[in-house]
């Protein structure tokens, strides 16, 4: 069988590398790249570190407004798409790189498989909630990563496509862990920090990130604690802060770095005392390396991770991230939960070659 995987964004080549042996292993296997991200440590980093091959496709689509950038990919899939005729194609997570693989290959005909599928913040003001609901109801298969993702498609209507497989981020923290030991070190020394005295911050998401006012409390909030906080900054939230003339807001505790590959955040994760981030992925990987973790948003879709109290909600206001920084420091965290534990390299294949092949 011929299986295309389509990513585009930083999250989804680290969902492909953690499947990647198990997909090469058991379909021809193929993956296109949209270029949603393009830096070197947004993308190829990612590719070199990972072992992912080189894309049998860049689409180059780069950076634009939803509609532009959405509509570019769309356009330059059907062509690899209708060159390639896959027998099926897997999309990942919530980006608008999921969003035109879905609606492009589910219009063509051709069988769309949905991976971390389900998962609902109920705030549709987020262009990741449209993405995930429109890419779960043309999809023909769901692969959902928790118990409540699974309750959100049965809602929806969905549970008869739907499969509890577990995270497949835990694929990727398991596979390369090892590496990260071997980093730590040198990493921290080079940071100028010492192992459990820092904390780890990344802030990314369009909503905290594109109102002045509210990236101005975020930072606020962060200079607030007095703690030594590490920052690897993705590049819109550098932007704004440009834009918005808030290099002022980032106080002296603040050591602000370029975004990191994948080795080197996994070792800060496991190294720092406190997590503070509004990342999807980090939420789980903080609660998986046992280190506590501040979600700057007022929902999450992981839920798991809020109702286990390994991670807390912190709202966007400067008293609300100071005090649930303070709250989690030093926290003991629960056991991870079972479905943690499944094996989506090997769920995943074997779901697909019965129900496609
Ligand atoms: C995207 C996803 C988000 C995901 C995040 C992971 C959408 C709608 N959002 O957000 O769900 O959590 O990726 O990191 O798909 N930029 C660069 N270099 C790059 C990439 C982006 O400078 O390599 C800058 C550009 O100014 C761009 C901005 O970042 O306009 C935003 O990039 P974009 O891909 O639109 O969304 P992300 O914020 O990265
Ligand atoms: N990540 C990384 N380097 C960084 C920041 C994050 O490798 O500088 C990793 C992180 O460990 C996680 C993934 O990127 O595996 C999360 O991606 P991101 O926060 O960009 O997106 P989200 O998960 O919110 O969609």
Known sequence: ??????????????KLAG??????????????????????NMSCVFFDELWIPPPAYNLGVGSDTHSKQTAAMMVRLEEALEHESPDGVLVYGDTNSTLAGALTASKMHIPVAHIESGL?????????EINRIVADHVSDLLFAPTPTAMKNLKREGLLRKSFLIGDVMMEGLRKFSPQAELHKCKLLASLGVEEKQFALATIHRAEN??????????????????????????????????????????GRNIQIIEPVGYIEMFALEASASVILTDSG???????ALNTPCVTIRDETEWVE?????????????????????LSMLGKRLPPLPDFFMLNPSELIPGIVKRLWG
């Open 1 to 14: 069988m011929k299986i295309i995987s389509i990513v585009g964004a930083r999250p989804q080549f680290i």
């Open 19 to 40: 499947l990647l042996h198990s997909l090469e292993e058991n379909f021809s296997h193929l993956v296109i790249h949209t270029g949603q991200h393009y830096d070197d």
């Open 120 to 128: 609902r913040s109920f705030n549709r003001k987020m262009p990741e």
């Open 209 to 250: 990130t594109d109102y002045p006012e509210i990236l101005a409390d975020i930072l606020d909030g962060l200079s607030s604690i007095d703690y030594p906080i590490v920052f690897p900054m993705h590049p819109r939230t550098r932007k704004r802060i440009d834009e918005f003339s808030l290099e002022n807001r980032v």
């Open 281 to 287: 992925g980090v939420q789980k990987e903080s609660w």
């Open 305 to 325: 991770t809020v109702e286990s109290g390994a991670n807390k909600l912190s709202g966007r206001t400067p008293e609300g991230i100071k005090e649930a920084f």
